[in-house]
């Protein structure tokens, strides 16, 4: 937004090639950690280290060639109302919410996670990019990195008020 481009940056990258104190390869990663790699180190764009879906995959020097992109700093809002003003005066935002079993396969509607669905161990990020409102009830609007054969070509609409998601509770705002 502050570019007025559409600069898709690469989880690929963070996943790949940000070692954990012991110098390993991460096998995952979380909100804070990603956004501290974005303030010191950058982020390349998706063209230049595409998000790979799968375990494992190897960082590529290559990516030393290609542009970075840094953020400035991050905020933390909290709840609905403050989530949906960062997202008003910031644009889209990083959520988190485990991973239930049945989100796996969600194409359409509204998402709530049913009493009793299992769940994976671990959590999964999400980009909010905004919000709205059917039939009285209202959800969240995010894009998933699972490609566009998942949920409704890449997004979802998750019901707002679902404690056991955590998507109401807090929300990081990277500022570019």
């Known amino acids: 937004m502050a570019t007025g481009q559409n600069i898709r940056l690469s989880a690929q990258q963070y996943l790949s090639c940000q070692e954990d104190n012991e110098g390993r390869e991460c096998s995952g ?3 804070a950690g990603f ?3 974005a303030k010191r180190k950058g982020l390349v764009d998706e063209n230049c280290f595409p998000y790979q879906g799968e375990n494992n995959v190897p960082c590529d020097p290559s ?3 290609c ?4 953020i400035q700093d991050y905020c933390v809002s909290s ?3 403050g989530i949906k003003k960062d997202i008003l ?3 889209p935002a990083i959520g988190y919410l485990p991973a239930y079993r049945d989100f796996l396969v969600y194409k359409s509607g509204i998402y709530a996670v049913p009493e009793g669905t299992s769940k994976f161990q671990g959590g999964h990020a999400v980009k909010i990019i905004g919000w709205g409102v059917q039939d009285g009830e209202q959800y969240w609007i995010v894009e998933n990195s ?5 949920g409704i070509k890449g997004y979802a609409h998750i019901a707002i008020g679902q404690e056991d ?3 109401d509770q807090y929300a990081f705002s990277p500022n570019p």
């Open 29 to 31: 990663g979380d909100i």
């Open 35 to 37: 956004l501290d790699h």
């Open 63 to 65: 990516i030393e060639q």
């Open 67 to 70: 542009q970075k992109y840094f």
């Open 79 to 81: 709840g609905p109302e």
């Open 89 to 91: 005066k910031n644009g």
């Open 146 to 150: 699972w490609g566009e054969d998942w």
């Open 165 to 167: 998601l955590f998507l």
